[in-house]
């Protein structure tokens, strides 16, 4: 079983990124899938999540307008379109996966910095 995160980096304030999470070993159906972030020094915080049975998206306020969160179940993907990024937005990024049975899994994460 495994969630691998993809498509961090550098972009500049302003800027678009979109990161990609792949899963393997299991299926996404009837999962809630979510992408977390842990900013330096910060708690880790939800950002953006699609439920397991009814594709209901949720969006953190400081993030409405700006990111989508998609995912395709036949591909075992999700993904997370971020615009207008902000120096704020910097942070280590996580890809989750959970199900009401209560299996839980998790990325290693990947770094998105926001900075001129």
């Known amino acids: 079983v495994d969630l691998v995160e993809t498509g961090g980096g550098l972009v500049q304030p302003g800027g678009s990124m979109r990161l990609s999470c792949a899963a393997s070993g299991f299926s996404f159906t009837t999962y809630a899938t979510k992408w977390w972030r842990q900013a330096p020094g910060m708690e880790r915080e939800l950002v953006a999540a699609?439920?397991?049975?009814?594709?209901?998206?949720y969006y953190r306020d400081s993030v409405k307008g700006r990111f989508a969160i998609f995912r395709d179940d036949s591909e075992n993907k999700m993904w997370l379109e971020m615009n207008n990024l902000k120096p704020e937005d910097t942070a280590v990024y996580y890809c989750n996966a959970n199900h009401y049975s209560g299996m839980d899994f998790w990325g290693k994460g990947i770094l998105v910095t926001v900075s001129s």
């Open positions: 699609i439920g397991g049975f009814d594709d209901t998206k």
